[in-house]
């Protein structure tokens, strides 16, 4: 485990692990088998309910902010493509967030995939684990903040799950950067993100490699605030 985040941490290849830490491909084997087996979501589902708790909150949040973050990949790969706006080659990661700024899910997709339909995607996917698991923490959800780019999708949000999407929008008359409401939790979750120098650049070959590393960021940052 030390040994899995080391490489989040670092961003170190596999192959590149110290000689005081166990075999690369005995590393990489644990990581891939507790990938498929998703172990990462389930430790970072109760790592959030555990600093929520210590917080003085519910242990079920009953709001959210999603937002995405387009970031190179590397080499080939699952699902890759060009954002059009940013003019980023590589993909997407789209989370969700509570108000504390932790991380509930993360889907990453190809960065050609709009806002709108990949908020949609990564809202269906929160709203399947909630389904699979009537006593997951997120049945509280109510109400989510989101930029304009997800304002297409408001009423399907509404009809499909049952969620208020609330688009936080800028102020006109303010010039260059500006502090939004709720907003910028999430933003400051990438922040939080982009110390893991694994997430730099998508260094995997498979989307779901590249959720486990967000997963496993998160992971160890919810560890460090429960150890405190």
Not at 69 to 86: L, N, P, W
Not at 155 to 179: M, S, Y
Not at 180 to 193: A, D, K, S, Y
Request: proline share 4%; hydrophobic share 40%.
């Amino acid at each position: 485990m030390n040994a899995i985040l080391y490489v989040a941490r670092t961003g170190c290849q596999w192959r590149m692990l110290p000689t005081n830490l166990p075999p690369w491909q005995t590393v990489y084997g644990y990581f891939r088998r507790w990938t498929l087996q998703g172990l990462w979501l389930k430790l970072n589902e109760a790592l959030v309910k555990t600093v929520r708790v210590l917080a003085g909150r519910h242990p079920q949040p009953s709001a959210a902010v999603i937002d995405s973050q387009s970031v190179k990949t590397s080499e080939g790969g699952e699902q890759r493509g060009v954002d059009v706006h940013k003019q980023t080659p590589g993909r997407k990661r789209h989370i969700i967030v509570d108000t504390l700024g932790l991380l509930l899910i993360v889907v990453v997709h190809s960065a050609s995939l709009q806002d709108g339909p990949g908020g949609q995607l990564t809202l269906h996917r929160l709203f399947e684990r909630i389904k699979r698991n009537v006593h997951n923490r997120w049945c509280r959800l109510k109400l989510i903040w989101a930029d304009r780019a997800y304002t297409g999708i408001v009423e399907r949000v509404r009809h499909q799950f049952g969620w208020a999407l609330d688009i936080v929008r800028r102020t006109d008359n303010v010039k260059g950067f500006q502090v939004l409401p709720h907003r910028w939790v999430v933003e400051r979750t990438f922040g939080w993100l982009g110390r893991y120098r694994r997430l730099a650049r998508d260094y995997e070959h498979a989307v779901l490699a590249s959720e486990a590393m967000t997963y496993i960021a998160s992971i160890r940052r919810m560890l460090k605030l429960t150890i405190k």
